[in-house]
C-alpha cells in the first residue's frame, strides 16, 4: 500500500513521512481527525468512530499515494514516531498546500517547521507554485502561510459541503519559478463573489 514516492522528511524536532494502514497510525488519524477545534474549519466534520477515521485515511492518504507526485505527509514528532498531524499538496491545477495538526500541539510551530521542509521539497521536485487557502475566521493558518514565504493574493466565498456553511476563503500563493506576478485564478473565476481585501 505504501510506495516509494513520496520520500520520508525530517526537522529538527519532526519526521515527515507517509501514513500507514498499522493500527497505530490509524488510531492516531483518528485522535486528529476527531479533535473539533482542529477540525472546525476544515471541510468535514469530525470523525465519530476509528470506521470513519479509516474511511477518510484511504482517500485522502492511501488511494493518494498510487498517484506519481504524492507529496502527503503525517507529521510526527521524533521521540514516538506517532501522528499529530498531516500536510501535503493536492495533485489540482491550484498545487494547493494544506495542513492540520491536533490542537493540543498548537502554538509551538510545528506546523511551520513542518511546512518549510515540505515546500522545499516540492520546490526542488520542479513545481512551478503553490496555493493555500484559509477561513477568514481562522488568521492563525494564514499566518503560517505568510511565515514560509506566501503571499495573499484574493478572497472568495463558497458555500462548503457537507457541512452546507457559507465561507470566506483567502488564496495565498507562493512561485518558486521566475513568474513571481503569476496569480493562480482558479477560484476567481470559479467563485462569483470574490474580491482583494485591503491590509491583508
Known amino acids: 500500500m505504501i510506495s516509494e514516492n513520496t520520500p520520508q522528511l525530517e526537522t529538527e524536532r519532526l519526521i515527515l513521512r507517509k501514513l500507514t494502514d498499522t493500527p497505530a497510525d490509524l488510531q492516531a488519524m483518528f485522535e486528529i481527525l476527531k479533535d473539533r477545534e482542529t477540525n472546525i474549519f476544515l471541510p468535514w466534520f469530525p470523525a465519530e468512530n476509528l470506521k470513519d477515521a479509516v474511511l477518510h ?3 485522502h492518504f ?7 507526485s504524492a507529496y502527503r505527509y503525517v507529521i510526527c514528532r521524533k521521540n514516538d514516531d506517532l501522528p499529530i498531524g498531516y500536510i501535503g499538496l493536492n495533485d489540482g491545477e491550484s498545487h494547493d498546500f494544506g495542513y492540520g495538526l491536533r490542537s493540543e500541539f498548537w502554538h509551538r510551530g510545528i506546523v511551520t517547521e513542518a511546512a518549510g521542509a515540505v515546500t522545499e521539497r516540492i520546490r526542488s521536485a520542479g513545481y512551478p507554485y503553490i496555493t493555500a487557502t484559509h477561513d477568514v475566521r481562522n488568521p492563525r493558518s494564514g499566518g503560517v502561510m505568510r511565515k514560509i514565504g506566501m ?8 458555500q462548503c459541503m457537507p457541512k452546507n456553511i457559507s465561507v470566506t476563503f483567502r ?4 512561485n518558486f519559478d521566475r513568474c513571481q506576478n503569476r496569480v493562480y485564478k482558479g477560484y476567481w473565476d470559479k467563485y ?4 482583494i481585501e485591503e491590509g491583508v
Open 57 to 59: 485515511a484511504r482517500k
Open 62 to 68: 492511501f488511494d493518494f499515494y498510487a498517484k506519481p
Open 151 to 158: 503571499k495573499y493574493c484574493y478572497s472568495y466565498v463558497e
Open 171 to 174: 488564496m495565498y500563493q507562493l
Open 192 to 195: 462569483p463573489e470574490h474580491f
